[in-house]
C-alpha cells in the first residue's frame, strides 16, 4: 500500500533552495511529493514546529567492531535517531580497523537495518599504524566515501603526500585527526594556564597546526579534498581560512564541546571534559564561533566517543580521550549558539545538513519534489535539562549531565523510517 503522509504547518527551513517558510510537505513513499498528488495521505499536524532536512554527523565513533562494551552498531544508531540525525559517518579505528574491503561489506550489510544511514569511513593506513597506504582503490570500490585514521594521523609527511595523492584521483576525500604526537605525547590537556594550576601535561596549539600547515600545504600541491575535523585551535582556523581564500581544497568543522567549553571544564567534570584535541581556552572557542559565522567552518560534527564509567573513573592522567554527545548536540547548538543569536536557524541547520552532506558528496538535502524525504523536526520551545540515563547510548561520559535546554530535536524521517511522528 502506498504511504502517503502531509506534514501540515510547520516552519520549513531548507538553506539549499533558501526556503525559510511556513508550509505543508507532501511525502509518497518516503519521496517528497506535491500535496494533490497524494491520495487519502496521513495528515500529520506539525504547527509550531521547524521542519529541515535531515541532519548529518560526519564524525561519529560506532565502536564496532571489537570494543561492543562500548557502543555498538545497534545503540550507537538508535542514539543518533534520537539525536535528530538521520545519516552518520562512522570512524574506522574500530577492532580490527575499517582497512579492508571485506571489513567494510560487513559492516555495511549489519547497517541496511539501522534506523540511520551509515557511512563507514576506511583507514589511511593498513591497521591504521601510520606506516603503510591501505589499498585505497579497493576500498574505494568497496563504496565507501571518505579515508580516515581518525584519533591519529600519519606522523611522516611523505607517506600523507603519497595518500593524498591517490585520494585525488579517486576524488575521495582524506578525512585529518591533525596531531603532531611528538608535540602532544603525554598531555591529557590544553597546555595553558589551567594545566599549569591542576599540575597536568598540556598538549600545545602547535601539535594541532603543524599537521594543519603541513596537510593544508599537500592538498595544495595534490588536489587532493582535504577534511580538518574538530579544530579547536585559532591558528588552525586562521590558516583554513587563508588556504580556502586560496582556492585549496579544503573544509572544517566544529565540535560542540570546542564550541561552548574550555579548558576549565577541566575543573569541573575531571576526565568528561578529556577529549582530542583539547578544549582550550577563550580565544580559541570564539574564534571557532566566527568562523562557523563567516563560512570558514562548514559544518558542527558531534565526535561521539563513548567510553565506560569505568575507564573514565581512572583519572585524567588515565582515562581515554573522548566524550559523547550525538543525543545533545542540536538541542545544546540551539542552546547556546542560536538561542543567544550568534547564528541564524537557518545557518545552524546548514552546519547539520548542507555542509556535511557536500564533504560526502551526497544529495545536498533541498526538500525539492523526486528526492528522498529525510528529515528531522525541531522542537525550538521545549524546556528540559540534559540527563544522561536517559541516553540510549552506551556512553555516558560527557560533561552536559543538568545543562538546561530549550529547543531540541523532536523526531526525524528518514525514508519511510519515522521515529515518532
Not at 504547527?47 to 564496532?64: A, E, I, N, Q
Request: aromatic content about 4%; hydrophobic content about 40%; charged content about 20%.
Amino acid at each position: 500500500m502506498p504511504m502517503d503522509f502531509l506534514y501540515k504547518g510547520a516552519r520549513v527551513i531548507d538553506p539549499v533552495n533558501a526556503v525559510d517558510e511556513i508550509r505543508d510537505i507532501a511525502v509518497h513513499n518516503g519521496i517528497f511529493a506535491r500535496p494533490d498528488e497524494l491520495v487519502e495521505p496521513t495528515i500529520v499536524n506539525v504547527s509550531g514546529k521547524v521542519l529541515c532536512p535531515g541532519f548529518t554527523d560526519v564524525h561519529v565513533h560506532l565502536r564496532d567492531p571489537g570494543q561492543l562494551h562500548k557502543e555498538t552498531l545497534e545503540t550507537g544508531t538508535d542514539a543518533a535517531a534520537a539525536g535528530g540525525f538521520t545519516s552518520i559517518l562512522a570512524m574506522p579505528n574500530t577492532i580490527p580497523p575499517m582497512d579492508t574491503p571485506e571489513r567494510i561489506a560487513e559492516l555495511m550489510q549489519r547497517a541496511v537495518s539501522a534506523p540511520v544511514r551509515v557511512y563507514q569511513s576506511a583507514c589511511l593506513t593498513k591497521g591504521r599504524d601510520g606506516l603503510e597506504m591501505s589499498d585505497l582503490e579497493a576500498l574505494a570500490k568497496a563504496g565507501v566515501p571518505a579515508f580516515s585514521d581518525d584519533g591519529s594521523t600519519p606522523q611522516q609527511a611523505g607517506l600523507m603526500r603519497q595518500i593524498m595523492e591517490k585520494a585525488a584521483t579517486l576524488n575521495i576525500p582524506v578525512i585529518d585527526h591533525c596531531e603532531d604526537k611528538s608535540l602532544s605525547a603525554g598531555g591529557v590537556m590544553h597546555a595553558g594556564e589551567c594545566a599549569k594550576r591542576l599540575g597536568f601535561k598540556g598538549q600545545p596549539r602547535s601539535a594541532e597546526e603543524l599537521i594543519v600547515a603541513r596537510d593544508i600545504m599537500l592538498a595544495a600541491e595534490t588536489g587532493c579534498r582535504l577534511h580538518l575535523q574538530h579544530l579547536s585551535s585559532k591558528g588552525s582556523v586562521a590558516m583554513l581560512r587563508s588556504a580556502k581564500a586560496m582556492g585549496i581544497p579544503v573544509s572544517g568543522e566544529a565540535t560542540p564541546h570546542h564550541l561552548l567549553l574550555t579548558d576549565k571544564a577541566v575543573e569541573n567534570f575531571g576526565p568528561n571534559a578529556k577529549m582530542a584535541p583539547p578544549l582550550r581556552e577563550e580565544e580559541d572557542r570564539q574564534a571557532l564561533i566566527e568562523a562557523i559565522c563567516d563560512g570558514t567552518i562548514s559544518m558542527i560534527a558531534t565526535d561521539h566517543a563513548p567510553h565506560t564509567q569505568q575507564e573514565k573513573a581512572k583519572g585524567m592522567e588515565n582515562a581515554p580521550f573522548g566524550i559523547v554527545g550525538i543525543e545533545v548536540a542540536i538541542p545544546l547548538c540551539l542552546t547556546e549558539l542560536y538561542g543567544k543569536d550568534l547564528i541564524t536557524l537557518q545557518k545552524l541547520v546548514s552546519l547539520f545538513t548542507a555542509g556535511p552532506r557536500e564533504l560526502l558528496k551526497l544529495p545536498l538535502g533541498a526538500m525539492n519534489y523526486g528526492e528522498r524525504a529525510d528529515m528531522t523536526l525541531l522542537d525550538l520551545e521545549q524546556d528540559f535539562a540534559v540527563n544522561t540515563l536517559d541516553f540510549l547510548s552506551k556512553g555516558r561520559n560527557c560533561p552536559y549531565h543538568g545543562w538546561s535546554c530549550k529547543g531540541k530535536a523532536y523526531s526525524i524521517l528518514n525514508g519511510i523510517y519515522n521515529s515518532s511522528f
